[in-house]
């Protein structure tokens, strides 16, 4: 990744050097957020940092108005809509549980043609999102918290809307970003509102889930079945009930791998770097307020 960002910042028609004289800073490594403080002292002339995923939750405790800050979104927003697609059919169509009987079953499944799809946020997946699913035909809704048109959906702002909206939903797609407003967002009483036969998908982050809540909902059959890129605790341990469940999909966080995202962030390192040098917006700014 090191070595992406520096060709991406010279062919940007910027130098790499020492931190103390640098203008901008282009973190590469999620998993050393806690370096940050003690690194930044020694950068006097910093103004820029960039942050190599679309989620900053590493770094929120750090958000500083100082400098302006930049981070991954929209960057890796069409992968994760196609594995969000891709995790739609697999629940819908019954998938799961067909690919892991040992025998031949019963038909079961529905279409995800004209379908009602919910869509929990309102960036760049949902955007991605709603464009791939244009040929199913589906009626669509996205909660977010701007009232701001998207593509062809029907935006809605307030749980009220949300919790009418569910009971008639086939999909629901979680698309938010990680706050304290969004962290456990879907709970019992969340799942006990959806529809006995729709899916839950979580292509976000896997604190926004109640584990235990899903774990008891599932074998009930509240709900169809849920498919989840991530989970909470992650990686999910050995042994943990929602392996065994059977209308339960679980991917190991991959609707958006290293080998893809790499290119695409070191794209938008390159795009950044030569805006920052014009003296011009940059792309994907963070709200410090907001914590996105």
């Known amino acids: ?65 100082r400098f302006v800050w930049t981070c991954g979104k929209g960057v890796y927003a069409p992968p994760v809509a196609e594995h969000a697609l ?46 791939l699913l244009d040929p199913f035909g589906c009626d669509i809704t996205v909660f977010r918290r701007s009232d701001a048109p998207l593509r062809s959906s029907r935006v809605i702002t307030q749980r009220e809307e949300l919790d009418a909206a569910l009971p008639a939903t086939a999909a629901v797609v979680i698309a938010l970003a990680l706050t304290a407003q969004t962290s456990g967002i879907v709970d019992h009483r969340f799942l006990s509102r959806m529809a006995t036969d729709a899916w839950l998908l979580n292509v976000s982050r896997g604190e926004h889930v109640i584990t235990d809540d899903l774990v008891a909902e599932l074998p009930a059959g509240s709900i169809g079945g849920a498919a989840l890129d991530v989970t909470d605790p992650e990686p999910l341990p050995l042994g943990h009930a929602l392996w065994s469940l059977p209308n339960c999909i679980i991917t190991p966080h991959i609707a ?37």
């Open 1 to 65: 990744m090191h070595e992406a960002f520096v060709a991406a910042v010279r062919d940007a028609g910027a130098t790499v050097g020492p931190l103390a004289e640098a203008d901008a800073l282009i973190w590469a490594d999620p998993q050393r957020a806690e370096l940050f403080p003690e690194l930044i002292r020694t950068a006097k002339r910093v103004r820029w940092i960039q942050l190599p995923y679309a989620g900053v939750e590493p770094f929120v405790d750090y958000l500083d108005a």
């Open 86 to 131: 891709a995790l739609a059919l697999a629940g819908l169509r019954h998938i799961g549980a067909y690919a892991r009987a040992d025998r031949w079953l019963e038909p079961a499944g529905r279409n995800l043609l004209g379908a009602r799809v919910l869509i929990l946020g309102g960036g760049g997946i949902a955007t991605s999102l709603v464009d």
């Open 256 to 292: 958006n791998t290293p080998e893809m995202g790499l290119p695409l962030i070191a794209a938008r390192v390159r795009e950044n770097t030569a805006l920052f040098l014009a003296g011009k917006p940059l792309i994907g700014v963070v709200d410090v307020e907001l914590g996105y």
